[in-house]
């Protein structure tokens, strides 16, 4: 199975900056998912992205895609501490829906 | 959005016990739920895909017979860990899907502690 992975592991910025986080995987995808995951927390859902489509945007965040590179970033504009959280990119590949696969995630930082 | 509910949020079992976790879609029918398991500081990673009316697939590696997986409705799925030990202790989460949807639904999911 594909298994993502998320660069960089670990960021930290301050309040104010922009944080980008990058997110590749190994297999054609129907789409790509991006969440949000605060510590011992559940997941909650920030953008989807097809496969068919190359940037999105919803308020704060901006999510890319490069299927021929098989990647994709997230880019989350002037951060604030609330963001302070794990990120974790998803992909869907199957035809059941749903089926995710996720990276490794990357735990930012947002400093007041 | 559509709404998961996961039942226990937390729960600690004495090693060799059964532990229930249930997952439930409040506002839609979800003909597959997923259950994935996360480790500290960890990713998630699927167990099983629970499929109503049928039995669940697991994953390889996922033992079938430890973590039992029920969906006997379209509302609601079930995860046992049986005979628990402390290597089980971990963070389960549930997710919902439908046909309707794209995007995938998850519960607020679980902490296991086997002591």
Redesign the interface.
């Known amino acids: 199975s594909q298994q993502g992975e998320e660069d960089p592991q670990a960021l930290s910025i301050q309040e104010g900056e922009n944080a980008t986080m990058n997110c590749s995987y190994k297999t054609s995808i129907n789409n790509l998912q991006w969440y949000r995951q605060n510590s011992g927390r559940g997941l909650v859902h920030l953008i989807l992205i097809r496969s068919n489509e190359r940037e999105k945007h919803s308020g704060r965040l901006r999510v890319t895609l490069d299927t021929s590179k098989k990647s994709s970033s997230l880019l989350i504009t002037a951060s604030r501490a609330a963001d302070t959280a794990s990120y974790f990119c998803a992909t869907d590949a199957g035809t059941s829906g749903s089926r995710l696969t996720f990276g490794e995630g990357t735990q930012l930082t947002v400093n007041p | 959005?559509a709404v998961v509910s996961?039942h226990p949020s937390r729960v600690i079992c004495k090693s060799g016990t059964s532990v229930k976790i249930e997952c439930r879609s409040l506002d839609f029918q979800a003909t597959?739920m997923?259950w994935?398991r996360q480790f500290p500081?960890?990713?998630?990673?699927?167990m099983a895909?629970s499929n109503e009316g049928s039995k669940a697939t697991y994953?390889q590696g996922v033992e079938k017979d430890k973590f039992l997986i029920n969906h006997a409705s379209l509302t609601l799925s079930t995860l046992t860990v049986t005979s628990a030990h402390p290597e089980d202790s971990s963070?389960y989460?549930c997710?919902?899907?439908?046909?309707l949807?794209?995007?995938?639904?998850?519960?607020?999911?679980t902490?296991l502690t086997v002591v």
């Open positions: 959005g996961q597959t997923f994935y500081k960890k990713s998630l990673m699927l895909t994953e963070f989460i997710s919902a899907g439908d046909r949807y794209t995007e995938a639904f998850f519960g607020q999911g902490r």
